[in-house]
């Protein structure tokens, strides 16, 4: 039972470079998310898509792109990496639903260093 | 003023304590309360999901919804060492909700 896979889990980034986090769900969710955590700020979202094909901006998304092509894939994108988006990234699904099964469910999360 | 609060602790218990955890939150509206647990460097996982108010009992572990007060909490009995992580509360509302709030965790650390 994989629920959320991330790829990669670990990576060093040169300030300027760019490069993909890989999102896969196999829950057949319609919402998928990107978090960053820091520490002191709790997890903060930075985007979200309600569905394949749709996007939308969270509560720190500069600096960001994501992409949703297939329903069970969400891409996030550092175009060119900052120190300040060192962190621990995770992605997550969830599905609008009844009152037993409104919830998201999260991957392992992604250690990203930009140095 | 954030739409949830949580104590980050750290909180530090002797194994056997019950365990109080607890959020408060600004948003009325708020219908789906969920508890995860993060281990270190792991991802938060789901502890407890209750809808509305009242109590949610799973083995040791009991979530406390009270929306008059906009309060919400997790107890833990007999704790054990392996409880020992970061607890986070979240919350959310409506059906089609696309929007999560989380607190911001509190460590827990049980002592053998």
């Known amino acids: 039972n994989a629920g959320v896979t991330q790829t990669p889990k670990f990576r060093v980034l040169k300030t300027g470079q760019s490069m993909t986090l890989l999102c896969a769900q196999d829950?057949?969710?319609?919402?998928m998310y990107w978090y960053r955590q820091d520490p002191g700020m709790g997890l903060r979202l930075i985007h979200y898509s309600v569905g394949e094909g749709t996007t939308a901006k969270g509560e720190v998304p500069d600096g960001y792109n994501v992409s949703r092509l297939k329903k069970q894939n969400f891409l996030l994108g550092l175009e060119s990496a900052a120190p300040s988006q060192t962190s621990v990234y995770f992605c997550?699904?969830?599905?609008?639903?009844?009152?037993?099964?409104?919830?998201?469910?999260f991957g392992e999360g992604s250690w990203l260093t930009v140095v | 003023q954030k739409e949830v609060e949580q104590d980050p602790g750290p909180l530090s218990v002797p194994e056997g304590a019950i365990v109080s955890l607890n959020c408060t939150y600004s948003?009325?509206?708020?219908?789906?309360f969920m508890w995860y647990r993060q281990y270190s460097r792991k991802g938060p996982e789901l502890l407890m999901y209750?809808?509305?108010?009242g109590n949610k009992e799973d083995g040791r572990f009991t979530a406390q919804v009270d929306k008059s007060s906009k309060y919400i909490s997790l107890f833990i009995r007999d704790s054990q060492p392996s409880d020992s992580a970061t607890y986070l509360c979240a919350m959310g509302r409506g059906y089609n909700f696309n929007k999560f709030y989380f607190g911001s965790g509190t460590k827990l650390n049980v002592k053998p």
């Open positions: 997550a699904s969830s599905i609008p639903g009844d009152t037993s099964g409104n919830t998201i469910y």
């Open positions: 948003n009325s509206a708020f219908q789906y």
């Open positions: 209750t809808y509305s108010s």
């Open positions: 829950m057949n969710h319609e919402y």
